[in-house]
């Protein structure tokens, strides 16, 4: 089983500032790297998908990068909607796994 | 569009079964891509259950393939998930959601609490 390490457990920061979130796989997940939102109450949102790529909707200010095992979502300017947690995934092997989240929270 | 909906007993017993349906609306499950439950105990993270191809090969996450059982009704455009001799640990939001091979959940249902307790 691949197991997905998400640093950091919370990102305290204050809108308009850049967030950095790290997603790391025991092994590699080549490209098979999907990025999610959650708010309360709510089921997940998908953000990214296969590493790099933007969902449908998905602002351009949101972006993921990597490959292998060291992938990272980033948002370049913090706006009020994007204080969730955020999740990885993959699915190059299975069983899917999903990284334990990192919150960002307002500062 | 597409659209999945769960449904279910919100309270199970311990050592009973779990047994969610999730209805799918927009789109035949027949057709095509994975169908999947996922869970998330209150507070916690999300966990893979297992998935469901249109052909019927199934898919379970080994923590918990001894005592689950996902299976399709075409005829009903839906897929069930039966989790068997359920504890407490077994409390959580149920999702279902469809998915590519390469894992990304486009569609999600609304979530359903299911909470194991006598």
């Known amino acids: 089983e691949i197991v997905l390490t998400q640093s950091p457990a919370t990102l305290s920061l204050s809108p308009g500032e850049r967030a950095t979130l790290s997603c790391r796989a025991s092994?590699?997940?080549?490209?098979?790297l999907t990025w999610y939102q959650q708010k309360p109450g709510q089921a997940p949102r998908l953000l990214i998908y296969?590493?790099?790529n933007r969902a449908t909707g998905i602002p351009a200010r949101i972006s993921g990068s990597g490959s292998g095992t060291d992938f990272t979502l980033t948002i370049s300017s913090l706006e009020p909607e994007d204080f969730a947690v955020y999740y990885c995934q993959q699915r190059s092997n299975w069983p899917i796994t999903f990284g334990q989240g990192t919150r960002l929270e307002i500062k | 569009q597409v659209q999945l909906q769960e449904s279910g007993p919100g309270l199970v017993k311990p050592s009973e079964t779990l047994s969610l349906t999730c209805a799918v609306s927009?789109?035949?499950?027949?057709?095509?891509?994975?169908w999947g439950w996922i869970r998330q105990p209150p507070g916690k993270g999300l966990e893979w259950i297992g998935s469901i191809y249109h052909s019927g090969s199934t898919y379970y996450n080994p923590s918990l393939k001894s005592r689950v059982t996902i299976s399709v009704d075409t005829s009903k455009n839906q897929f069930s998930l039966k989790l068997r001799s359920v504890t407490a640990a077994d409390t959580a939001v149920y999702y279902c959601a469809r998915h590519v091979a390469s894992g990304e959940c486009y569609y999600w249902g609304q979530g359903t609490l299911v909470t194991v307790s006598s």
């Open positions: 927009g789109y035949s499950i027949s057709s095509g891509y994975y």
């Open positions: 296969e590493a790099s």
């Open positions: 092994q590699s997940v080549n490209s098979y």
